[in-house]
């Protein structure tokens, strides 16, 4: 099939919703994911770390102030750090009314709950988030990604990619599931002898669309690296990137992605 790029269908980006569709549901909630999977995205992007006592949940910020309702069930600690909270006290958090009305209730979710909504069309962008935070998160999410039946089925499709802009988590993570698709994150594409090194244990680079150049791209693909941007959130931006090569494009709003290739 030919698409709008006049490109075949097979040459088509890559699909990402952001924090699985941060743009039309509260950000990382299980809403989003399936806002994300209805969209008919590639894949859905969340972010995971660690609670205080080690339980894997899926969260973008540093602290909860800007996207739960800390400061009702616990005034004083919104500037705390998010891995500061138990898991018992993330779950008593509302994730969703910060959005709208509509989400009153929804959670902050377990790693796993995103592997239950992602099948074999929408699969998972793993973003394993300010690590240092979150002391052994890359072993708790390859043991998951080893153990977990959910899990261990995506994987088996080829659905599941880990990320960072963390290189020594990365390596880290590239040691424990060598298996396991890898992209390195980084607001501005590398140097070529950043990116030769990069390309000993990641798959692809992910970066910034309003940075990015010819050049840039040119120059993650020579390391034999795939490229992927974010976070990209109209078509022209989108066309411009795909123009250029890039061949993954997240964004807030999977479902204006997929309308538009799908040319509705
Ligand atoms: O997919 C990469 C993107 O999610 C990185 O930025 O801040 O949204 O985690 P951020
Ligand atoms: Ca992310």
Known sequence: AESLFGTPEAEQPVTIGHRGAAGTAPENTVAAFKDGRAAGAD??????????????FLFHDDTPARTTNVEEVFPGRENDPIT???????????????????FVGEKIPHFNDIARVATKNTGVFMEIKSP????????????????DPAWIKLVEAGKVEILSFDPTSNMKFAALAPEIPLQ?????????ATLALISTFADSVG?????LDQAGVDRVKAAGLEIGVYTVNDIDAMEEAVAMGVERITGDYPIQFERYLDGV
């Open 43 to 56: 894949f859905i992007e969340s972010d995971v770390q660690l609670s205080a006592d080690g339980v894997p």
């Open 84 to 102: 500061s909270f138990t898991w018992a006290e993330l779950q008593q958090l509302d994730a969703g009314s910060y959005f709208s009305e509509k």
């Open 184 to 192: 390195q994150l980084s607001s501005t594409v590398p140097d070529a």
């Open 207 to 211: 970066t910034s669309y309003r940075t």
């Open 132 to 147: 240092k935070n979150s002391p052994g998160v890359e072993k708790v999410v390859a043991d998951a990604l080893h153990n």
